[in-house]
């Protein structure tokens, strides 16, 4: 990490955030880090959202493309971008009728993430 720029407080920082991963793996699934499979990562941000805690999946992203573990990689990715369409609101896409946002947002549809669950 450190040849990649990365300060040693962002490189704590990523340490502390996988290590809560691997306290997870082994209290609730008696696994090691190295058995973890996409399944036990997506439990894992369930798990920390329900218990409200704040997870930096970007610092688990970085730990699986240094360790070469492509699978893990790729269902990172996908839990990136299922956080991103969380927060995307109707109002910030571009070229949208803003009579089409006013009704759904009446709705109580206001999220990318909403839109595509109705």
């Known amino acids: 990490m450190k ?3 990365r300060s040693d407080g962002k490189i704590d920082f990523d340490i502390r955030n996988v290590k809560n991963f691997e306290e997870y793996l082994l209290k609730h699934k008696r696994k090691e880090l190295e058995e973890a499979t996409p399944g036990d990562l997506k439990d894992f941000v369930n798990w920390a959202e329900e218990a409200g805690l704040k997870i930096w ?5 970085r730990y699986y493309d240094y360790k ?7 269902a990172l ?3 990136l971008g ?20 006013q009704a759904l947002s009446a709705k109580g549809v206001k999220t990318a993430k909403q839109i595509l669950d109705a």
């Open 82 to 101: 299922i956080q991103s369409i969380k927060k995307l609101k109707l109002k910030d896409f571009l070229r949208v009728n803003r009579q089409h946002i």
């Open 3 to 5: 040849k990649t720029g």
């Open 57 to 61: 999946l970007w610092a688990f992203n």
């Open 77 to 79: 990715n996908e839990l």
């Open 68 to 74: 070469q573990n492509g699978v893990m990689s790729c």
